[in-house]
């Protein structure tokens, strides 16, 4: 019986280690400045990140031990580093058009071919190979089909194209600074304005069910319907600039914007804070990897931070409901999302290990399809808890990690 108890004691005390660690913490051996990029290699996990002013600098460890690798660059005046799925790099350089390496920035060679204007903001690299690039002063989108080899204008005439994404439905969408955002559906030979006419958009995502995430000077929108019309979604978040987002293995997105980075892990219907161990001075975001191990990586004005707790979270089902919640281990509180089928009240209990009644979150509570609860644990030990959903006579319940 004592060994069992130490057996669980410890396993208690690891699994608290673990919880505590689970913080942005900020990457070493990296020169001041604003980290416009940040691009994984999907073939050997390397990573690149352009530094506006600086140049590009790789690590070959998961954001460990940094060094310079601009070698043939002409300018240090990085926008933007995207990988294809062969592990070749293409950067973008502000004046300077584009550039390609295929030994993860060990040596880099021009591919200017047919871009006649230099001043890169973006680029997007398609399902089916095609690359796009976005650019400014009287800029518009490029595109090749020949892995950047050649170059021909998509005659978006005279926008500042700050992102370019391709739909699932193979249009192409073009985010601008000041005129809002513009699709093709026929390769650029027509463009129409689907939006945001007086808008600034920074930045644009799409998740495995293709739908679009999008974010602008004033928050969110998402379009479940290829770029047709959006719906903002900010609750949580608040309508901070979003110069960033990116979306983990899990289909977690995250966030950076003005006020720090932000996570949903429901499509972008609620958010919740994440900026644990990122000093106040560098909560504006100018950049957001998820990587191919699902460290998350975020560039600020002063450098790199990551996290490993890219997703911790907890799904438990039962007959026709579902019940997530995240994040587990918790510090400040828990957001708990219940689903169900059914429409008969339901219950929320929090419990302590040996079953004693810790807080009653909900009581007879009317679901309404998708409901949104937080617990915020005030004057409790450190240690596992215990919530229980009741709804009829169907009971679930999870284990969470609370600290202090």
Same mark, same amino acid.
């Given at each position: 019986?004592?060994?069992?108890?130490?057996?669980?004691?410890?396993?208690?005390?690891?699994?608290?280690?673990?919880?505590?660690?689970?913080?942005?913490?900020?990457?070493?051996?990296?020169?001041?400045?604003?980290?416009?990029?940040?691009?994984?290699?999907?073939?050997?996990?390397?990573?690149?990140?352009?530094?506006?002013?600086?140049?590009?600098?790789?690590?070959?460890?998961?954001?460990?031990?940094?060094?310079?690798?601009?070698?043939?660059?002409?300018?240090?005046?990085?926008?933007?580093?995207?990988?294809?799925?062969?592990?070749?790099?293409?950067?973008?350089?502000?004046?300077?058009?584009?550039?390609?390496?295929?030994?993860?920035?060990?040596?880099?060679?021009?591919?200017?071919?047919?871009?006649?204007?230099?001043?890169?903001?973006?680029?997007?690299?398609?399902?089916?190979?095609?690359?796009?690039?976005?650019?400014?002063?009287?800029?518009?989108?490029?595109?090749?089909?020949?892995?950047?080899?050649?170059?021909?204008?998509?005659?978006?005439? @005279? !926008?500042?194209?700050? =992102?370019?994404?391709?739909?699932? /439905?193979?249009?192409?969408? #073009? *985010? %601008?600074?000041?005129?809002?955002?513009?699709?093709?559906?026929?390769?650029?030979?027509?463009?129409?304005?689907?939006?945001?006419?007086?808008?600034?958009?920074?930045?644009?995502?799409?998740?495995?069910?293709?739908?679009?995430?999008?974010?602008?000077?004033?928050?969110?929108?998402?379009?479940?319907?290829?770029?047709?019309?959006?719906?903002?979604?900010?609750?949580?978040?608040?309508?901070?600039?979003?110069?960033?987002?990116?979306?983990?293995?899990?289909?977690?997105?995250?966030?950076?914007?003005?006020?720090?980075?932000?996570?949903?892990?429901?499509?972008?219907?609620?958010?919740?804070?994440?900026?644990?161990?990122?000093?106040?001075? @560098? !909560?504006?975001?100018? =950049?957001?990897?998820?990587?191919? /191990?699902?460290?998350?990586? #975020? *560039? %600020?004005?002063?450098?790199?931070?990551?996290?490993?707790?890219?997703?911790?979270?907890?799904?438990?089902?039962?007959?026709?409901?579902?019940?997530?919640?995240?994040?587990?281990?918790?510090?400040?509180?828990?957001?708990?999302?219940?689903?169900?089928?059914?429409?008969?009240?339901?219950?929320?209990?929090?419990?302590?290990?040996?079953?004693?009644?810790?807080?009653?979150?909900?009581?007879?509570?009317?679901?309404?399809?998708?409901?949104?609860?937080?617990?915020?644990?005030?004057?409790?030990?450190?240690?596992?808890?215990?919530?229980?959903?009741?709804?009829?006579?169907?009971?679930?319940?999870?284990?969470?990690?609370?600290?202090?």
């Amino acid at each position: 019986m004592k060994n069992m108890l130490f057996l669980g004691l410890m396993i208690m005390m690891l699994n608290l280690e673990v919880a505590i660690s689970q913080v942005w913490k900020k990457a070493d051996s990296l020169p001041v400045g604003i980290v416009e990029t940040i691009a994984v290699n999907p073939k050997n996990g390397k990573i690149l990140a352009g530094i506006y002013g600086e140049g590009v600098f790789r690590s070959d460890f998961n954001g460990k031990n940094w060094t310079n690798a601009s070698s043939g660059l002409p300018d240090k005046l990085i926008k933007v580093i995207r990988y294809d799925s062969d592990g070749i790099a293409f950067a973008g350089l502000n004046g300077k058009g584009i550039f390609k390496s295929t030994n993860d920035g060990q040596s880099w060679t021009e591919s200017n071919n047919g871009l006649t204007n230099k001043n890169i903001l973006d680029i997007n690299i398609s399902l089916n190979g095609r690359l796009y690039a976005g650019t400014w002063f009287y800029g518009s989108v490029f595109v090749s089909t020949d892995n950047g080899a050649t170059w021909t204008d998509m005659k978006l005439d @005279n !926008k500042d194209v700050h =992102s370019v994404i391709t739909t699932k /439905d193979g249009s192409v969408l #073009a *985010g %601008t600074e000041y005129n809002g955002l513009y699709k093709t559906s026929d390769n650029g030979k027509s463009w129409k304005s689907v939006g945001f006419s007086s808008n600034n958009i920074y930045d644009m995502v799409v998740d495995s069910d293709g739908r679009i995430f999008l974010g602008a000077k004033d928050g969110l929108y998402v379009s479940e319907n290829n770029g047709e019309s959006w719906t903002a979604q900010n609750k949580g978040m608040g309508t901070n600039l979003i110069r960033a987002l990116t979306i983990s293995k899990a289909k977690s997105i995250f966030a950076g914007t003005s006020a720090g980075i932000f996570r949903s892990i429901d499509k972008g219907l609620n958010w919740m804070e994440y900026n644990d161990g990122i000093d106040n001075n @560098n !909560k504006n975001i100018f =950049s957001l990897l998820a990587g191919i /191990d699902d460290i998350i990586y #975020a *560039g %600020t004005a002063s450098g790199i931070y990551k996290t490993q707790t890219a997703d911790n979270i907890d799904e438990m089902s039962g007959d026709n409901f579902q019940v997530s919640f995240y994040p587990n281990p918790i510090n400040e509180k828990v957001i708990i999302i219940i689903k169900s089928n059914e429409i008969e009240p339901y219950s929320l209990n929090i419990y302590d290990i040996s079953g004693r009644l810790i807080e009653i979150i909900a009581e007879n509570e009317s679901l309404t399809g998708n409901d949104v609860l937080e617990w915020h644990p005030v004057n409790i030990n450190t240690g596992f808890y215990i919530f229980r959903l009741m709804q009829g006579n169907k009971t679930i319940s999870g284990k969470i990690l609370y600290y202090r």
